[in-house]
């Protein structure tokens, strides 16, 4: 029986050893994180003091990344390929689609037509390929624009619901003739 207690008692007060050691723990993780919070929490550097200069209490790698926001932004990239791809992709979806004009049935499917028409003419301009290759599309968007001017009602987008189908229409044709823009 000895031994067992003494083994028991030996547990015991290992595992006191330990819990007191993970209370320690505890405590001094707390105190640092409160201390940090402290000294984070007032980078002004008081009431007092110039807002625009660097705190006493920011970080070499804070003040590089401060400086860098407030260079210039970098050109943006080049358009990726896809673009075409996609805008013919979602144009190419409305294909199946019609409307009746005078029905009140054509608000949505003619102003999705148009929308995808005027993305697919932004991507075809933006195309690495530039505009010169997509030279009949864009010549078509430009005459059913000018059509059309700024007015996308659907009484206005009813009038010119031949063109602008027959747009689409055309505008698939020729993709269909140049797989390599939207495969």
């Known amino acids: 029986m000895p031994v067992r207690t003494t083994a028991r008692s030996g547990i015991r007060r290992a595992t006191n050893t330990t819990a007191t050691g993970l209370r320690a723990t505890a405590v001094a993780v707390l105190a640092a994180a409160a201390l940090v919070s402290c000294t984070q929490g007032q980078t002004d550097g008081g009431l007092r003091a110039d807002p625009s200069a660097p705190s006493a209490t920011a970080s070499p790698s804070a003040e590089q990344a401060a400086g860098e926001a407030t260079e210039e932004p970098a050109a943006p990239a080049e358009p990726a390929p896809e673009l075409v791809r996609d805008a013919f992709a979602t144009l190419q979806a409305t294909l199946g689609e019609t409307c009746t004009p005078g029905a009140g049935d054509c608000a949505y499917f003619l102003g999705r037509v148009t929308q995808e028409l005027t993305e697919l003419d932004e991507a ?60």
Do not use: C
């Open 124 to 183: 075809m301009r933006a195309d690495p390929k530039g505009p010169g290759h997509f030279k009949q599309p864009l010549a078509d968007m430009k005459v059913l624009f000018g059509k059309l001017g700024k007015d996308r009602s659907t009484p206005h987008l009813e009038k010119f619901f031949t063109e602008i189908v027959s747009t689409r229409d055309g505008i698939n044709t020729w993709m269909q003739d140049h797989p390599d823009d939207y495969r």
